[in-house]
């Protein structure tokens, strides 16, 4: 039983991972941006970082647009997962396995570093791009098991 | 080596992919809320949109909503994949994994109506039966794993 | 093809069970908070638990700190379903996949009781030994699939 032996999930199986990396790479920004800003969510962490808790918060904006990029990251990486698998298992050539993962992981990567910078529309066309790649999956995918 | 070819992964996919599209279409929703009642969460958006960006933004009711059933999928369905999976795997009667994994199934996108449409005790039912659902897959995975 | 028959799939079936029943108790507290507060995020809850909705809400801290922890499942928990998986099935060695899966299960589950005790410098060593174990398989993960 070798999964990792099949082509397509291979090829499945790195573009998974480098997103993850994309992901685990916003975390520590995140937490950076906290840290610099001064912005944190609970009080014992002021203490932590030797700071006098202010009364109010006022959210940093660097550190909501981490946690926007990051969360469209959990709605469209974290599906990711099982589509791609299923899609990479239903056979399908190898050419259009390798273009529809690694078009939608750049596209990921690309949508993070225009949320980053505020870039539109080139973040709504990375989002686009992205989901028409998973959206593909997900047509041969449901075509293989129906 | 043909893990699509194992009838209870098949319905199990099947009915995952269901769910991921049910996702999607709740993001869309979310995109044309915000698009209708002019709420964007970035600044550059409002320029996107050939609005000018109002000195506060007040949250919109329906993206609001709109964003909080997505929330709720994300604890649900992206969990679901790894315990259904590995329910599957575990050689469960072909017609008890149909039940739970449709009735799970089912009941998440009754959730996500309920939710839109704010009714109640529906979505809280919906959400149990989900739940029930899930418990029984990771009770019979923990099972076979042990 | 008995993919929970390969060893190190079956103990890291185990253990993300185990932290989607750690991920479902959080979320079965937060309800609890919810309900013990009368804090409730949309209208129709409020008509549901007998309660008179106030005009306006003050988060309470209960409530949020336990969808903090859990947002944080999200982010970690989650994309360890995918890269545990394709860490088990790259050979590793039995005794270091014990070692890594059980070292992040342990991590995580401190996390959480660290997040809603409010516990610092603890919740960061706990993210951070979490984080260790997904970064080194991760890269065993990665360094096969090349």
Redesign the interface.
């Known amino acids: 039983?070798?999964?990792?032996?099949?082509p397509t999930v291979?090829v499945f199986?790195?573009w998974?991972?480098v997103l993850?990396?994309k992901?685990?790479v916003l975390?520590f920004r995140t937490s950076v941006a906290r840290m610099r800003s001064g912005t944190f969510?609970?009080?014992?962490?002021y203490?932590?970082a030797g700071l006098e808790r202010p009364a109010t918060v006022a959210p940093n904006e660097d550190v909501e647009?981490a946690r926007?990029a990051?969360q469209n990251d959990?709605?469209s990486?974290?599906?990711f997962?099982?589509?791609g698998l299923?899609y990479a298992?239903?056979d399908p050539s190898l050419t259009m396995a390798r273009i529809v993962f690694a078009g939608f992981a750049v596209a990921r990567i690309a949508h993070t570093v225009a949320?980053l910078r505020?870039?539109?529309?080139h973040?709504?066309i990375a989002f686009g791009v992205a989901?028409l790649c998973?959206?593909w999956m997900?047509v041969v995918?449901?075509w293989?098991?129906?």
Request: hydrophobic share 55%; charged share 15%; aromatic share 8%.
């Open positions: 039983m070798d999964l990792l032996g099949i291979r199986a790195f998974y991972l993850v990396i992901m685990l975390i969510s609970s009080p014992e962490d203490a932590s647009r926007r990051l959990l709605e990486i974290l599906p997962f099982g589509v299923i298992l239903s949320y505020g870039l539109q529309p973040r709504s989901m998973l959206a997900l995918g449901l293989t098991v129906l």
